[in-house]
């Protein structure tokens, strides 16, 4: 399968824990995106990559969230001290650098806040 | 604020019916508008795309209508089928180095047989 993998697909876990989640994007692609869905919703930006700069960040995105791309392949997403707003689906999408490609997904990490 | 607002939220569908989205934008600087399918559980895949340069754009059941002046676009989906029963949204992205992709709330297309 070549398309954008993501892991774990479900999370768990307590309020005030840490979580990161991966992404491993289609590999011709040099840009990688970010997004969280929540239910009843269409995804929402949280942040871009092209390689493995990191080059827009959404108001969303508050200091607890970091994301990395340190190679340009795959990347990580992580939450510290998870709140009970922060569970959604967060999705990954890839795409190749040029105008107007079109952005492929992967199925999403579901996270559940306890 | 809601940048592509998509309506209804929920449609129902007989088989063999024809389905119709639609979406508006405001911002000028969108030139690019993708429509996605959701399955439960499943990531959001690419339906089909328009740029404003053209009017429709067809594939297979699936045709975007686009109305530049308006600064509305449809998604139609002739001959409707139970396997159509999915989550659509409409986006749209902006010109330059990269596209960030401004989605719609999303409507649930429910096919009957």
């Known amino acids: 399968d070549t398309g954008v993998s993501q892991d774990p697909r479900h999370k768990i876990t307590k309020r005030g824990q840490n979580v990161t989640f991966r992404c491993d994007p289609i590999s011709e692609h040099n840009r990688l995106y970010w997004y969280r869905q929540t239910l009843g919703q269409g995804p929402e930006f949280l942040t871009y990559?092209?390689?493995?700069?990191?080059?827009?960040k959404s108001r969303l995105l508050s200091d607890r969230f970091s994301a990395e791309r340190p190679k340009g392949s795959f990347s990580t997403l992580e939450i510290q001290r998870t709140e009970q707003g922060d569970s959604a689906m967060y999705l990954c999408a890839s795409s190749f650098d040029s105008s107007h490609q079109p952005q492929h997904f992967g199925d999403g990490t579901r996270l559940s806040i306890l | 604020q809601q940048q592509v607002k998509q309506s209804p939220q929920s449609l129902i569908v007989q088989k063999g019916g024809i389905s119709i989205i639609n979406c508006a934008y405001e911002n000028t600087a969108f030139d690019y508008f993708p429509w996605y399918q959701q399955f439960p559980g499943k990531g959001p895949a690419l339906l089909i795309a328009i740029r404003p340069d053209v009017s429709e754009k067809k594939e297979g059941r699936f045709t975007i209508s686009f109305n530049k002046s308006a600064k509305q676009f449809s998604l139609h989906i002739m001959d409707s089928q139970p396997g159509d029963s999915a989550t659509y949204f409409c986006?749209?992205?902006?010109?330059?180095?990269?596209?960030?992709?401004?989605f719609g709330i999303g409507t649930k297309l429910q096919v009957i047989p």
């Open positions: 986006a749209a992205s902006p010109t330059g180095g990269y596209q960030k992709v401004t």
């Open positions: 990559f092209q390689n493995e700069a990191q080059l827009e």
